[in-house]
């Protein structure tokens, strides 16, 4: 593997695996982990703190996927460097390093990741989220969906094979990281967004 692509890997998954919900929660006095789901993403921040640390949980977990290409970009490396440190970040956050590969489900970070990849999957993938979000509004199903479409949007989008095969995996990790809800899903058991236990 490139020295570049190996470091600029390594340095995104570190930043990917900042735990950047359990902070802002963390700092409000509430131990995210013993809260909601016990997720450590932005659903369970809005559920156990509030809209303004679930905002900011959002934005922060977003840019650390996006932090993956655009360093990759800097390095200059070609869509599949971009690709693979960009997932770097994704497990980063989904098996955080800090939280003992512990983490979230990746939704926010691979949505920042894909924007920053292919703007155009990007708006294509939030836009899916928030139709169906708006009309169920299930977070998981929201995301199963919005990332289920990703391989075929991106490459629509870009017709780019090696792009396709990235957002292929990130599709998986989505769906891996969501199996439990899944589960709720189908036993109609699964809480709807600003929905407390």
């Known amino acids: ?22 902070l802002f929660a963390k700092a409000k006095g509430v131990d995210l982990r013993k809260v909601g789901s016990g997720n450590i993403g932005a659903t369970n921040v809005l559920r156990g703190v509030g809209k303004k640390a679930a905002l900011l949980t959002l934005l922060g977990d977003a840019m650390k996927g996006a932090a993956g290409v655009l360093l990759a970009r800097y390095l200059g490396l070609d869509e599949l460097g971009q690709g693979i440190m960009g997932t ?3 497990l980063g956050h989904d098996f ?20 920053a990849y292919s703007p155009l999957s990007g708006v ?15 977070s998981s199903l929201s995301a199963l969906v919005a990332f289920g479409l990703l391989p075929l949007s991106i490459y629509l989008a870009e017709r780019n094979g090696t792009m396709a095969l990235i957002a292929f995996f990130i599709t998986l990790l ?16 699964e809480r709807r967004i600003g929905e407390k236990h």
């Open 1 to 22: 593997m490139d020295l570049k692509l190996a470091t600029g890997t390594l340095v995104s998954y570190l930043l990917g695996s900042i735990p950047f919900g359990l």
């Open 88 to 90: 770097a970040a994704i």
């Open 96 to 115: 955080s390093l800090f939280l003992l590969f512990r983490g979230g489900k990746g939704v926010a970070t691979s949505l920042g990741m894909i924007f």
């Open 124 to 138: 294509i993938t939030g836009l899916l989220w928030l139709i169906t979000a708006a009309l169920t509004r299930y």
């Open 174 to 189: 989505i769906i891996i990281k969501h199996a439990g809800n899944i589960e709720r899903l189908l036993k109609g058991e």
